[in-house]
């Protein structure tokens, strides 16, 4: 018996569910002259916080060190992030945003003061990376910037001048501070931050006295002409809608997104949230069935902003996202630091699908975060470093930053534990700069293939060709003894043929 289950498509949903079956029969219809909205670049965005090994180790080992290193900031992850064409860095934090005052991180090194990172393991911060050296990296990526303020902890006069320092092209003291300490050049700041989860670390504030000090800060945020970044306000997380519906309603001006941030933990419980890849199809069902939240959670944010807001002129920034397990045994539990499996991958593409799918009004996210924190994209090991299966799906679906969305239903099948049901498949189906026709599907089930059928009308394509990412297991990871087990593989196949292997991510150009 076929499965059946038609899932949220660009432009609407239906919900029809079946049974279970062995392999799942899978259509998408779409034509291919339609358009939907940019994918912007940003979507693929990356999040680096003071936290753990994230910036020092991870990152940055400074221009002394032995490990070859450029500015300080270690080659081989930047080469690494660098093929995944990172667009957007968003730093310092998180919480440690809140509590960073932009002063101690300029100036000579060694004269900076050391701080207690007071979030995260209670470890000291020296402040070696500050201003300068953070845009060095950014820079050297070839990506934007996001800068995050602190409204938790800072004061309006600070915040304003540490906008001054890095934008202005004037002889003001600050523009010739920066001068002195190495950067002629004013940087550019792509999007700036008032503030981080304003309802929790960042202050304990409600929404409505938030929406006042923001209107305020953000009073305080000038710019030469042409350089102004897009604000952002600090909102809610998980099933809350409240903080995007007030700061929506009761800001007019001067704010281009509101940020939201959703985990995903293989179960709702944080003093137990499972295990990073000691897992069974149970805690796969488990782990995917609370990502594809993301998709509810996206609808119901995105619904106060269409009430408040029927111009479309604020974005939804899931600028914290991604997986969040119990901490690796062995090592402090303040850093974060977790493994990363086959399983990330696929929660990555269910995810990256979701924000496509919503990209009218998604038009930037973070993932938490990008070395050794979380759901990163590298670990590192010393000199040693890998790369994980989530920075393989980022590498994947790089094809899709900028590209115009193609609409689409589809006919996805049912994958179900009990009576709990997500779609077997999902998809984004796009039109690349480079003029090509992009299609990435991903199969949640982790024991059923999909047999895939492509209705495409005002296209001429006969195959897709490009990179599959899968493994016999469902625990897969890449250690530092083996660091190729979980990498994509070349695929390519009659579109009359198509077959999507179980828990697989597949992007392919359609040729
Ligand atoms: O990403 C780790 C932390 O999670 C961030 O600092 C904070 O914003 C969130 O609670």
Not at 346 to 370: G, P, S, W
Not at 490 to 501: E, G, R, V, Y
């Amino acid at each position: 018996m076929k499965s059946k289950l038609l899932v949220a498509t660009l432009f609407g949903v239906g919900l029809s569910f079946g049974c279970v079956s062995e392999q799942h029969d899978v259509t998408l219809t779409a034509n291919l002259k339609e358009t939907g909205p940019l994918l912007h670049k940003d979507i693929y965005g990356q999040f680096a916080e003071h936290l753990g090994r994230g910036i020092y180790e991870g990152i940055y080992v400074g221009p002394d060190s032995d490990i070859p290193n450029t500015k300080g900031f270690r080659n081989d992850v930047l080469n690494a992030l660098k093929a995944i064409k990172v667009p957007l860095v968003r730093w310092p934090g998180g919480c440690f945003a809140d509590e960073y005052h932009w002063r101690d991180g300029i100036g000579k090194q060694s004269e900076r003061p050391v701080k207690v990172n007071t979030h995260w393991g209670g470890v000291e911060e020296t402040n070696a990376v500050g201003t300068h050296e953070i845009f060095d990296f950014i820079e050297l990526l070839g990506a934007d910037a996001y800068i995050n303020g602190n409204l938790g902890s800072g004061s309006v006069q600070e915040m304003a001048e540490w906008v001054e320092y890095m934008t202005s092209d004037k002889n003001s003291t600050l523009a010739n501070e920066r001068r002195k300490n190495g950067r002629e050049e004013p940087w550019d700041i792509a999007y700036f931050g008032i503030g981080n989860e304003s309802w929790g670390c960042g202050g304990n504030m409600s929404p409505e006295y938030y929406t006042d000090l923001y209107k305020q800060y953000a009073t305080f945020i000038k710019t030469p002409p042409g350089k102004k970044p897009k604000l952002v306000g600090s909102g809610g997380h998980t099933e809350d809608t409240q903080w995007t519906d007030v700061l929506s309603a009761n800001i007019q001006q001067n704010m281009d997104g509101i940020s939201y941030h959703f985990y995903t933990l293989p179960n709702s419980d944080w003093q137990k949230k499972g295990h990073a890849t000691e897992f069974d199809n149970d805690d796969w069902f488990a782990t995917l069935e609370r990502t594809y939240r993301m998709n509810d959670y996206l609808k119901a944010n995105i619904a106060k902003l269409d009430k408040n807001d029927p111009e479309g002129k604020i974005g939804l920034y899931v600028d914290e996202w991604g997986t969040w397990y119990d901490p690796e045994p062995g090592r402090e539990p303040g850093f974060l630091y977790q493994q990363n499996t086959l399983r990330d991958a696929v929660v990555t593409a269910v995810n990256f699908n979701l924000f496509n799918q919503y990209a009218d009004r998604v038009h930037m996210t973070n993932i938490a975060q990008m070395v050794n924190v979380l759901q990163a994209m590298v670990l590192t090991d010393g000199a040693d470093m890998l790369v994980t299966p989530t920075y393989h799906v980022f590498g994947m679906y790089k094809v899709f930053q900028n590209a115009t969305a193609i609409p689409f239903t589809i006919d996805s099948g049912a994958y179900q534990q009990g009576d709990k049901q997500l779609p077997a498949v999902t998809a984004s189906l796009a039109l690349g700069t480079d003029g090509h026709v992009y299609l990435a599907l991903v199969n949640l089930d982790p024991e059923n293939d999909a047999s895939i059928e492509l209705n495409l009308s005002n296209g001429n394509f006969s195959k897709l060709t490009g990179e599959l990412l899968t493994h016999d297991a469902i625990t897969a990871k890449n250690t530092f003894s083996q660091k190729e087990v979980v990498k994509p593989a070349a695929f390519s196949a009659s579109l009359n043929d198509l077959t999507l292997p179980a828990k697989s991510v597949l992007v392919g150009r359609l040729q």
